[in-house]
């Protein structure tokens, strides 16, 4: 983020594949070394759509040993028909562990996979 343009790559690579828990530490070092809070930098050098993701992806759940079957069940409800925000903040705000069982369980009631039903909301667009 420091200096002329924004490595947009580099930030998909780090909240994308990164941990909850490696989140808190970049994120620590990041105000560490630059004396800024990361989720401002990211925010003022983006915007739109995509600010919206990146920010939502920085804040996503912890992983916890406590599993909210009845978070997971009312997430895996969701139907083709919902809103963009809804379905972004599902897959966006989830640990890993919670998607693959949203994942399963919304395949069941939807005859379809979550990700075939983000690629015609994308279509949608």
Same mark, same amino acid.
């Given at each position: &983020?420091?200096?002329?343009?924004? !490595? #947009?790559?580099?930030? @998909? ?7 909850? $828990?490696?989140? %808190? ?29 990146? &920010?939502?992806?920085?804040?996503? !759940? #912890?992983?916890?040993? @406590? ?7 009312? $997430?895996?409800? %969701? ?29 069941? &009631? ?16």
């Amino acid at each position: &983020l420091q200096g002329l343009g924004t !490595d #947009e790559e580099t930030l @998909i690579e780090m909240v994308c594949s990164r941990s909850a $828990d490696e989140l %808190v530490e970049i994120k620590r070092v990041y105000k560490e070394l630059f004396k800024k809070e990361l989720e401002k930098d990211v925010a003022g050098d983006t915007s739109g759509d995509f600010r919206s993701l990146l &920010l939502a992806l920085a804040k996503r !759940d #912890e992983p916890s040993n @406590i599993v909210d079957y009845e978070k997971i069940d009312q $997430d895996a409800r %969701v139907r083709q028909n919902a809103k963009e925000k809804v379905v972004t903040r599902i897959v966006v705000s989830r640990c890993e562990v919670d998607l693959m069982k949203i994942r399963t369980e919304f395949k069941k &009631l939807n005859q379809k996979s979550l990700y075939q039903t983000i690629a015609v909301i994308s279509l949608s667009l």
